[in-house]
Structures are given as C-alpha cells and as structure tokens.
C-alpha cells in the first residue's frame, strides 16, 4: 500500500428527509468505503485517522477552492504524507546503517570474545544458608 493512499469512511448523508450514502460529494484518486453512522466523513492514511468532518460541511459540486472544510483536508493529507515519507526513510536509514554498518561480516569488526566460557554456577540459597 502506498503511503499516499487515503481511504475515505463516509455515512449516509442526512439531506430533505432522506438519509442515504452520496459518493457524489467525495470523488478523486481515493478508495471509498460506506459506513452506518449518519453525516460521518473520515479520512485514513496508512491506517491512521488523519481528518474527520461532517459530510453535510463538505460543499457539493464546487471545486475545492471555495469550500473551507475541503481546503483543510487537503492541507491535512499533504502535510500527513510528508510526515508518512519522512517516517519511512528514516526507518529505511537505521535499517540500512544496522544492516551495513553494525552487524558483523567478514569486512566488518571481529569478535573478540573466547569460543567456550567455563562459567561458576552460582551458590543457591541453600548453600549460603550454611556459610553464613
């Protein structure tokens, strides 16, 4: 799944005394997924809430400059996908420092610990029970 992917969960609209889903009102490059709850719009990236709104603030047939609520949803999902790349590379940077860079292979650091410890078993309770 893309980090640019939005799914939007939508509720049937509340509109002349009728209570229907309007996929109308929410269109573009996004994936559409019905919901019960009456008047709800919630927009996810990768899993995670990012924009909630009631569908009837949302304008219908206008372009998305003159509607406030539309603006700021659109403000939300470009500022959440930086966030989303800035979070993969950096992900992406400490995964490739570890696996270049700390773990050990032959260009790497040799480890320098012995092949067998002979390690004391320690006194249980017991035998300290005795010497003291």
Same mark, same amino acid.
């Given at each position: #799944?893309s980090?640019?992917?939005?799914?939007i &969960?939508?509720?049937?609209?509340?509109s002349?005394? !009728?209570? *229907?889903?309007?996929?109308?009102k929410?269109?573009?490059? *996004? $994936?559409? =997924?019905?919901?019960e709850?009456?008047?709800f719009?919630m927009l996810e990236?990768c899993?995670h809430?990012?924009?909630? %709104?009631?569908?009837?603030?949302?304008?219908?047939? !206008?372009? &998305?400059?003159?509607?406030?609520?539309c603006q700021? =949803?659109?403000?939300?999902?470009? $500022?959440?996908?930086?966030?989303? #790349?800035?979070a993969?590379? &950096?992900?992406w940077?400490?995964?490739?420092?570890? $696996?270049?860079?700390? !773990?050990?292979?032959?260009?790497?650091?040799?480890?320098?610990?012995?092949g067998?410890?002979?390690?004391?078993r320690? =006194?249980? %309770?017991m035998d %300290?029970? !005795? %010497?003291c």
């Amino acid at each position: #799944m893309s980090v640019r992917h939005v799914k939007i &969960y939508y509720g049937p609209c509340d509109s002349f005394s !009728t209570v *229907v889903h309007k996929p109308q009102k929410l269109r573009g490059l *996004v $994936e559409l =997924a019905p919901v019960e709850f009456v008047n709800f719009c919630m927009l996810e990236m990768c899993g995670h809430e990012v924009f909630r %709104c009631n569908i009837q603030n949302l304008r219908f047939n !206008t372009s &998305y400059e003159l509607d406030p609520v539309c603006q700021r =949803a659109i403000h939300v999902v470009v $500022e959440s996908s930086k966030k989303f #790349m800035r979070a993969v590379n &950096y992900l992406w940077l400490w995964n490739l420092i570890e $696996e270049q860079i700390l !773990t050990r292979n032959k260009h790497g650091p040799s480890d320098y610990w012995p092949g067998k410890l002979e390690l004391r078993r320690f =006194a249980n %309770c017991m035998d %300290c029970k !005795t %010497c003291c």
